[in-house]
Antibody, heavy 120, light 107 residues
Framework: QVQLVQSGNEVKNPGASVKVSCRAS????????INWVRQAPGQGVEWMGW????????NTAQKFQGRVTMTTDTPTSTASMELRSLRSDDTAVYYC?????????????WGQGTTVTVSS | DIQMTQSPSSLSASVGDRVTITCRAS??????LNWYQQKRGKAPTLLIY???SLQSGVPSRFSGGGSGTDFTLTISSLQPEDFATYYC?????????FGQGTKVEVK
């Protein structure tokens, strides 16, 4: 079935980096772009950015520019998001989500979420 | 950036109630408006896209409307499984901003 499976939870020290991966299955990977969304504890959802799985083009929210790198690996149908210079307020659940042109870029398939805890 | 403002932030309702949530964009987004449901500890799921189109598999008691800057999500008869948090999101431009969420609680 169509699914996105994310890598496991992470605990990091302030100043470190974290890389979250998102493996797609059940559909043509290059036909749907991948978004990254995060949710801090008890807070709403926050859009971080978007990567084209077709050509690797990215669009990152200004808040994260310079700290986030989004990549894809077509042979393994995997998208990844690296966040650098971690701070305590980066503690959150990070989601990848597929967007579809048929849903006006609504995100119709989501990963299960990866909890990133930043603590010394 | 386009700001999305939902109201109310929370509401209390009973099973069988008709519930309406509103979402206002800070500038026109035509119908590039999606609604998501999120249950505790789970990823959001897409309910409505293009302001009024029901995502496959979503019960028909959910409906969406609006265009331009003002949008609504309506649950015609609230069911026990509908107690959750709902988010609107615009995909008219980047950054693809979300509303702050509306929590639907048991009255």
């Amino acid at each position: 079935q169509v699914q996105l499976v994310q890598s496991g939870n992470e605990v990091k020290n302030p100043g470190a980096s974290v890389k979250v991966s998102c493996r797609a299955s059940g559909y043509s990977f290059k036909s749907y772009n991948i978004n990254w969304v995060r949710q801090a504890p008890g807070q709403g959802v926050e859009w971080m950015g978007w990567i084209s799985t077709y050509n690797g083009k990215t669009n990152t929210a200004q808040k994260f520019q310079g700290r986030v790198t989004m990549t894809t690996d077509t042979p393994t149908s995997t998208a990844s998001m690296e966040l650098r210079s971690l701070r305590s307020d980066d503690t959150a659940v990070y989601y990848c989500a597929r967007e579809s042109t048929s849903t006006r870029y609504g995100m119709d398939v989501w990963g299960q979420g990866t909890t990133v805890t930043v603590s010394s | 950036d386009i700001q999305m403002t939902q109201s109310p932030s929370s509401l209390s309702a009973s099973v069988g109630d008709r519930v309406t949530i509103t979402c206002r964009a800070s500038q026109t987004i035509t119908t590039y408006l999606n609604w998501y449901q999120q249950k505790r500890g789970k990823a959001p799921t897409l309910l409505i896209y293009d302001a009024g189109s029901l995502q496959s598999g979503v019960p028909s008691r959910f409906s969406g409307g609006g265009s331009g800057t003002d949008f609504t999500l309506t649950i015609s008869s609230l069911q026990p499984e509908d107690f959750a948090t709902y988010y609107c999101q615009q995909t008219y431009s980047t950054p693809r901003t979300f509303g702050q969420g509306t929590k639907v609680e048991v009255k």
